[in-house]
């Protein structure tokens, strides 16, 4: 069964750093465009950053120079390295991915899975 499988998130104060990552398992189809996104409370669940298979990477205004979106093809992750907290940008956050590739020669085009989601809280 294909599952992102996200870890990372956590409490930290304003200024604080985190690491999210979001990995394929279950498949050794390999991880296509990818995107990060965040829902707090009682709000819609926006875009923060994606990235391409090419890693062509694009952000949200609000975190652009804080976070950093970036792509490991060898361990089938993606990162989101996330500097310089604010408490706004606490929330959950979620991957969402395209995989693709062969098993046993069929090509699979698989779409628009999401991670279960990881808590990412920062105090003020």
């Known amino acids: 069964q294909v599952q992102l499988v996200e870890s990372g998130g956590g409490l930290v104060q304003a200024g604080g750093s985190l690491r999210l990552s979001c990995a394929a398992s279950?498949?050794?189809?390999?991880?296509?465009?990818i995107g990060w996104y965040r829902q707090a409370p009682g709000k819609q669940r926006d875009m923060v950053a994606g990235?391409?298979?090419?890693?062509?990477?694009n952000y949200l205004d609000s975190v652009k120079g804080r976070f950093t979106i970036s792509r490991d093809n060898a361990r089938n992750t993606v990162y989101l390295q996330m500097d310089s907290l604010k408490p706004e940008d606490t929330a959950v956050y979620y991957c969402?991915?395209?995989?693709?590739?062969?098993?046993?020669?069929?090509?699979?085009?698989?779409?628009?899975?999401w991670g279960q989601g990881t808590q990412v809280t920062v105090s003020s």
């Open positions: 969402n991915a395209n995989l693709d590739g062969y098993i046993n020669g069929t090509y699979y085009d698989l779409r628009d899975y």
């Open positions: 279950g498949t050794t189809l390999s991880i296509n465009a």
């Open positions: 990235i391409s298979s090419g890693g062509t990477a």
